[in-house]
């Protein structure tokens, strides 16, 4: 067997080709074409086969030399006309098949994009990649491989049944007896190495786990003198991979043996009694032998067609994740109000235009009319209340107010809902009751993609793409020229450092920006919020993994950034909460102070605690 069937079938079939037949359909004309190129290939080569029979009788028989080349010709004319069949259906079907897994890939991508933060939450990472990867890999193999030869293959047994009834009924009947054991044991045969191969991928899966967490670790492995014990588990899940493999291997190795060996089997039974039937005058010696012929083609079709439907039975339980996915329920966003240019005018309104004014307007429809309002960064939160989880609350009637140009701080303990709140105010969440304003707009009623362009995050974990240094600052803002790349390095004080690499801000970064420092990582983080140029920003833990000195350094080019515009900051280093407008001091979703430094340091509850350390950020 070429490839490994596991036993995993899809759980509604008939869903699953309904969504299947719609990607299918789009191709209908091409995929009729290859099934009626597929047929008379077939159907060439099975007459091809049968043409044995008057060139044996009619003319090597009489010594009909004229006769016999025109026949000889005829049957070359009928092999080349199916050899021209199927490289025609071939190339058809490979471009026919790689256009479907594209228009499949690209709606899962999309949908994908559509997807709420939640969907990502409860589904890791390697379930999502693995409907990209071997999912759509299954589908595409099927695709290539399984649509044309299921239809040869099933032409092939049909044709080949029909002509040897035709030559001889009664031979036929032991063929048939043969045909049927021939397909209990391939059906035995696959149900047993199916059952193998799925204990071999489950084997094959933990054995991979176990390696890569301890390449993960290997210097926690040295640390702790771990080696031993760490060869020893490699061991038994090694012999565990050996066994099922071994086992799945015995069993789909047996199968085309066994196959052939009853194929030879059957074709010396009707070779001797199709041999006494022409010495009796009951067979031609020419209908004997085109009947051989078919004996000896047999096993291949039926083998072929068994293996080949189980295959597009694996398909379509890659396919039904995938289909799977594209049902998940997309990020509602129902917002009609939308962010639009504007010009200032003397008399101090408003007026839409086309060109950048760096004046930014909602655009809010209501009563019939579009009012205008001044895009400000004045952020507000009453009595919200927040689950990610239905009964199991994260904030508590949340109340604060963020107006234009101050810097909000929040502080508290892991799990005090301090990231929440900056995942509210960009509706990557909506919150179950309360309301969150924006220029005293409500959130909900702004539409999403306009919501998060007026703002801009550096979160903890910093991730960068591959591409150029000017690639990753230009993200932010993709219209941004080269000395605003520059411009905003500055301002994050990341241009010195990148000045000093080999080709500067055209270094190309791969693996998540490997080859730079954290910290270095970080300021890019930060040069990229900057370009944006919005009116918010958020900074989730923005300087965690930036060194004191660092810190030091690009308070500074921070303290610009944070001019004119409204700061949330998350931290748990207080130094880079110390100037803040307002501290918010939450413990298990709740704002349990709050207050400038100095006020918070008079009253002396748990901020004071926090920065003299009598009580510590866990």
Known sequence: MAKQITGKKPQNMRKTLKTFLHYLGNHSFALLFVGVLVIASAEANLYGTYMLQPIIDNYIVPHDHDGLIMAILFMALMYGSGAVCTAIYKQLMTHTSQKIVMEIRQDLFAKMQKLPLRFFDSNTHG???SH???DLDTVQDAMNNCFDNLIQSFTMIIGTLIAI???NWQLSCIVMIFMIIMYLLIQYYSKKSKYYFSHQQAAMGKLNGFIEEMVDGVKVVKVFNHEEPNFEEFERRNEALRSAATEALTYSGRTIP???SLSYFNYAIVACIGG???????????????????VRQTALPINQFTQQLNFMLAAMAGAERIFDMMEECEEVDNG???LTRVRLLADGSMQECQEYTGHWAWRHPHDGEIELVLLRGDVRFHDVVFAYEPGVTILKDINLYAKPGQKIAFVGSTGAGKTTITNLINRFYDIESGSITYDGIDVKLIAKDDLRRSMSIVLQDTHLFTGTIADNIRYGNLHATMD??????????AHSFIKRLPDGYHTMLSGDGANLSQGQRQLLAIARAAIANPPVLILDEATSSIDTRTEKLIEQGMDKLMQNRTVFVIAHRLSTVRNADAIMVLDHGEIIER???EELLKQKGRYYQLYTGQFELD
């Open 132 to 134: 990209f990867t071997n």
């Open 336 to 338: 009609e109000v939308t």
């Open 165 to 167: 009834f035709i030559l």
């Open 484 to 493: 605003q790349i520059i411009e905003a390095a500055k301002l994050a004080n």
């Open 127 to 129: 379930d999502i990649m």
């Open 276 to 294: 006494f039937f022409a010495i009796a005058g009951n067979l031609g010696l020419g209908a004997l032998s085109a009947y051989l012929v078919y």
């Open 258 to 260: 066994t196959v052939v």
């Open 595 to 597: 207050g400038s430094h």
